[in-house]
């Protein structure tokens, strides 16, 4: 039996805005944009580089935007990470180095909060 994580949903409170922070300044990729009626639209939207997509929704979730925490994107080199979210206008922390690895953090608009971790070769 596999269980594959292949997607994760984001409560945000503007889908719209939402989807300019993560395609404009991250660069995800939109997979599909499925707006089935004025209350209920679903986005999946995938980072460069990844197998597992994020979703974007209204009227399908109960739960706070901003209510994400501690979702993690991997990366070879966390500098350069850091530089490339700083230039496209992400409010992104400081490289910090912790006995676990080393990191940086932004939120999106609606104060769902990620960290970017640079991955180790083993």
């Known amino acids: 039996m ?3 994580l292949e997607m994760v949903s984001v409560p945000v409170a503007n889908v719209q805005r939402a989807m300019e922070f993560y395609v404009e300044r991250l660069g995800f990729t939109v997979e599909q944009d499925i707006e089935v009626d004025d209350t209920h639209r679903f986005v999946e939207l995938t980072p460069p ?3 597992c997509s994020i ?3 209204s009227g399908f ?3 706070r935007p901003g209510s994400l925490q501690g979702t993690q994107l ?3 080199d966390v500098d350069a990470a850091r530089a490339h979210l700083a230039a496209c206008g ?3 922390s400081a490289v910090q180095e912790f006995p676990w690895g ?3 953090f932004f939120s999106d ?3 769902n909060d990620w960290s970017v971790h640079e991955v180790q070769p083993s």
């Open 2 to 4: 596999e269980f594959r």
């Open 49 to 51: 580089g990844s197998s």
């Open 55 to 57: 979703a974007l929704t």
């Open 61 to 63: 979730m109960d739960a």
């Open 74 to 76: 991997n990366v070879d």
């Open 90 to 92: 992400v409010d992104v």
């Open 102 to 104: 080393r990191f940086c």
């Open 109 to 111: 608009s609606d104060g």
